[in-house]
């Protein structure tokens, strides 16, 4: 394979000429075989170069310049992109060629197939991962552990069941001799504030004199309790 570089060797424009030399010392620095077209002199090499640019490369006018670099009929690029493929050492891979064996693109080259190796392996790896993880486990083994925290649980629930009727016992106990006390409580009461009427009655004004005069006819009443 050839690569073409199509240049115009009487161009007036420095900034052409520069690319073009550039373009050029690079290759001969890499050591690769190239042909130089000249468009400035032989029109068919201007017309194949416009014809075989693609149409979105070409400027706005549709009129591409100088340098314009093919590897035979194919298109590689222009000025532009072959700064872009120097600058990220794939100069080979931009033209087309196989780097040789040793430069700094043919051992990136094997750093990227290097980890895309690895990859593969890895993803390899885990998928026998998955399929070992997704081997099916007997139901037995899989709901053993649930079902003995079911049984814990029944269990649990049972004991708690048994244990209720004796906090209901003891709590109906409790109301009982609460309530036992608050009778024992409204009889003494009752009892109170009956021998209070007694004697309320009793100290009333048609009981006084007999009292005061013969206190043994009422037990209940003594002297000092009248006022």
């Known amino acids: 394979m050839v690569i073409k570089v199509f240049l115009a060797s009487s161009s007036g424009s420095t900034a052409i000429k520069k690319k073009q030399q550039d373009v050029v010392a690079f290759l001969e620095a890499l050591k690769v075989d190239y042909a130089q077209l000249d468009i400035a002199c032989n029109e068919e090499n201007r017309m194949w170069m416009r014809q075989n640019v693609p149409e979105e490369k070409k400027p706005?006018?549709?009129i591409p310049l100088p340098p314009q670099i093919f590897n035979e009929e194919s298109y590689?690029?222009?000025?532009?992109?072959?700064?872009d493929a120097k600058e990220d050492n794939s100069v080979f891979s931009f033209l087309g060629l196989a780097p040789p064996p040793g430069s700094k693109e043919a051992m990136q080259a094997d750093e990227e197939q290097h980890m895309v190796e690895n990859g593969t392996h890895a993803e390899e790896t885990n998928e026998e991962g998955t399929r070992r993880d997704s081997i099916e486990v007997p139901e037995e083994d899989r709901n053993g552990d649930a079902h003995e925290e079911q049984e814990e649980a029944a269990e649990g629930a049972e004991e708690?069941?048994?244990?209720?009727?004796?906090g209901n016992e003891a709590t109906e106990g409790d109301e009982e001799a609460e309530e036992t006390g608050h009778a024992e409580e409204d009889e003494e009461q009752d009892e109170e504030e009956l021998r209070q009427l007694e004697v309320d009655q009793l100290l009333s004004s048609d009981f006084i004199w007999m009292v005061f005069h013969f206190p043994s006819l009422h037990p209940f009443v003594s002297r000092s309790?009248?006022?």
């Open 60 to 62: 706005s006018n549709g």
């Open 76 to 83: 590689c690029g222009d000025y532009e992109t072959f700064f």
């Open 160 to 166: 708690d069941e048994v244990a209720e009727p004796e």
């Open 225 to 227: 309790d009248i006022p």
